[in-house]
């Protein structure tokens, strides 16, 4: 399958290339493409704490990499020090970032992968987890091609359709989860507006959606997070896609701080609101929105703009990187096996088992 089709001018946002793993810097982007060479895995755990790579699906097809990377030197270790070591690099990686679900989704289908393997080396075991990792990237990318097609027939000729945060490619080793029905009815030849917030504090809307849209071709509009219910007001909005980095079995779902209002705000203009959602962000363990750990990010990341302090000096502020979202306020899940609908406890049950596979 063609990885990330449409954005031949940008590296991957992740890749495997001869046993090396490589990143593409989203701290730096739109102006400056970096990739980094990942050399061990406390560079894997700072990359997807400092937000080099993010999004939900790519950190866990990067975590999933990284135990790669954390255990290509161990392989001359007898088979149950490897096992321990795996899982001892495991523990630490998954605790990298609390709320996308994709992480420990990585990391323990990864460890299940190493307990399911009789192998007689630690060699043999090895090359076993890189043909998991592998395969996880590969369902990354069929994810997200699934997402696309079931969500493409929401998007009409000459509609507005409001994002937030980053759910686009460079969140994802596709075409990305809430971008991906934007993706495929750009294929098709549909013309539509699309407006992107701008989501502050990291502004993953202006630096990332904005420029994938844009070298992707998409008619795309910048807007001030604090500008999107006015926007609704005008009659410019038709539908709102977001990601999620979370789903709980009732349909409460996290994502980037400030979806919360969006949806609250598409409610009240009678806008359709959906979730971009593949299987790997599904946590149908957790029972309810309530139970789903935000994280709260340094206060630094709001006191400042551009490395310039903007408060006050010793200004307390909180920085929680998430929101979480009643089912109440959601049309539907867009997912590679076609879009939930309320109720969603059932239907979310039906389509996926507890470990968000197939049921
Ligand atoms: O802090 P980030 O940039 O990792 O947050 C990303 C989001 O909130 C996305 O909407 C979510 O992970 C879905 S990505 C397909």
Redesign the pocket.
């Known amino acids: 399958m063609a990885s990330q089709p449409l954005f031949s001018t940008l590296p991957p946002t992740i890749e495997w290339r001869d046993g090396d793993l490589l990143l593409l810097d989203?701290t730096r982007l739109p102006h400056e493409i970096v990739v980094e060479n990942i050399a061990d895995v406390k560079a894997v755990w700072r990359a997807i704490r400092e937000?080099r790579v993010?999004?939900?699906?790519?950190?866990g097809v990067a975590a999933a990499y990284g135990l790669c990377i954390a255990m290509r030197d161990s392989t001359t270790l007898p088979v149950a020090l490897y096992r321990a070591e795996l899982e001892r690099h495991a523990n630490w990686l998954e605790a990298a970032?609390p709320t996308?679900v994709?992480l420990s989704w990585g990391v323990r289908r990864m460890l299940r992968h190493a307990r399911d393997i009789d192998a007689k080396d630690s060699a043999t075991l090895h090359a076993a987890l890189v043909e998991e990792a592998k395969r996880i990237h590969d369902e990354d990318r069929a994810l997200c091609e699934g997402i696309g097609e079931h969500g493409m027939p929401l998007i009409r000729e000459g509609i507005g359709v409001l994002t937030?945060?980053?759910?686009?490619a460079l969140?994802?080793t596709g075409i990305?989860?809430?971008t991906a029905p934007i993706y495929a009815a750009r294929r098709a030849g549909l013309a539509f507006k699309v407006y992107a917030d701008e989501t502050r504090p990291?502004l993953?809307g202006a630096r990332l959606t904005a420029f994938e849209l844009q070298q992707a071709g998409v008619d795309v509009t910048l807007i001030m997070d604090s500008a999107a219910a006015s926007i609704m007001s005008q009659g410019l909005v038709d539908l709102v896609i977001?990601?999620?980095?979370r789903v709980a079995a009732n349909g409460d779902f996290?994502?980037?701080i400030g979806?919360l209002g969006l949806a609250i705000a598409a409610n009240h203009y009678g806008i359709p609101f959906y979730v971009?959602c593949?299987s790997s962000?599904l946590d149908l363990q957790t029972a309810s929105g309530s139970r789903i750990e935000i994280?709260e990010r340094d206060a630094e990341e709001i006191t400042h703009l551009a490395g310039r302090r903007i408060a006050p000096d010793a200004m307390q502020a909180r920085n929680p990187?998430?929101d979480v979202t009643p089912h109440a306020l959601v049309s539907g899940f867009i997912t590679e096996r076609g879009i939930v609908r309320a109720p969603f406890e059932r239907s979310l049950r039906t389509l996926f088992d507890a470990e968000g596979t197939a049921a």
Do not use: Y
């Not at 977001?242 to 980095?245: I, L, N, R, S």
């Open positions: 989203q937000l993010r999004g939900a699906p790519a950190i970032r996308a994709n937030h945060c980053n759910a686009g969140a994802t990305g989860t809430a990291l993953q977001v990601g999620t980095d996290a994502n980037k979806t971009a593949p962000t994280e990187a998430f």
